[in-house]
């Protein structure tokens, strides 16, 4: 199996990226190899937006097997001529957002992609949410979307994504990403991001109040978290803060994922949430 492209009559060149797909494809070895590290003979593996196929060529070189999900019928014909003859590769047709992943079999264990810019953000939360059988998912992501996932509290970046990213797992950015490794380049740098799942600290049923708490926790960022309550709810969250060790001039910001699972807990123990 060929990294690049298999032999055949197709120009890769001749399928355009599409805007509306967020669609920047993959050129360089170097960082397709960076993007791909860790990833083992065991692993079945996650690729969304696989585009022409450069980055797939490396996961088939390393995986026991590869889901590609591609929304883009026009890139299907290079994808397929790209990956002949790989035996261990299923491309599902489909818009990721929406897609099943409980269908896939064997279920796969890890997610590397050079993710489609207009979808990273919400496909990458989602996932966590609802693929359990991902352990580590390693993608590519504009810089400023990186940043968001991974930012520490009391920082710019940090918000309810971050607070809902990290209760599911803990990220890191591994490598920088400069525009010219794209095909087109885009308008903004990009970034290798790391995700390992970790062990939750709430049960599956409590997730999504828990999820709506930091939603409106932070629907005035700027101002007293308690202020993103009704009145008539504020003293049982003004409470619950000062049981955590908070006050009740607290920012959202100032609480990290595990003081959010804490103050969760205290509503729930005060009948409030």
Do not use: W
Not at 213 to 220: D, E, G, K, N
Request: charged share 30%; glycine share 6%.
């Amino acid at each position: 199996m060929r990294s690049d492209v298999a032999a055949g009559s197709r120009n890769p060149r001749e399928v355009r990226p599409k805007k509306r797909f967020g669609q920047h494809f993959l050129k360089d070895p170097n960082t397709a190899r960076i993007v791909a590290d860790g990833t083992s003979p065991d692993d079945v593996v996650l690729e969304v937006g696989p585009g022409r196929g450069f980055l797939t060529g490396f996961l088939l070189e390393r995986a026991r097997h590869v889901h590609a999900v591609e929304i883009d019928a026009d890139v299907l014909p290079y994808l397929k001529e790209a990956t002949a003859g790989a035996e261990n590769l299923d491309v599902h047709e489909a818009d990721a957002l929406l897609f099943d992943y409980a269908r896939l079999d064997p279920p796969p264990d890890r997610l590397v992609a050079n993710l489609p810019y207009n979808v990273a953000s919400p496909l990458v939360l989602r996932l966590l949410e609802e693929v359990p059988t991902l352990g580590t998912l390693r993608f590519m992501v504009q810089l400023e979307v990186a940043r968001r996932m991974t930012a520490k509290r009391r920082t710019k970046d940090y918000g309810a994504y971050a607070v809902l990213i990290q209760h599911h797992a803990a990220g890191r950015i591994v490598h920088r990403v400069p525009r010219t490794v794209f095909d087109p380049p885009p308008r903004v740098d990009s970034a290798v991001v790391e995700l390992s799942r970790r062990e939750p600290d709430l049960a599956p049923r409590s997730y999504p109040a828990f999820k709506q708490l930091v939603l409106r926790a932070f629907a005035t960022r700027r101002k007293r978290l308690l202020n993103g309550f009704p009145k008539e709810e504020r003293p049982a969250y003004r409470a619950a803060l000062g049981a955590v060790g908070f006050g009740e001039d607290t920012r959202a910001e100032e609480l990290s994922p595990e003081s959010f699972v804490a103050l969760f807990r205290a509503l729930e123990r005060g009948g409030a949430g």
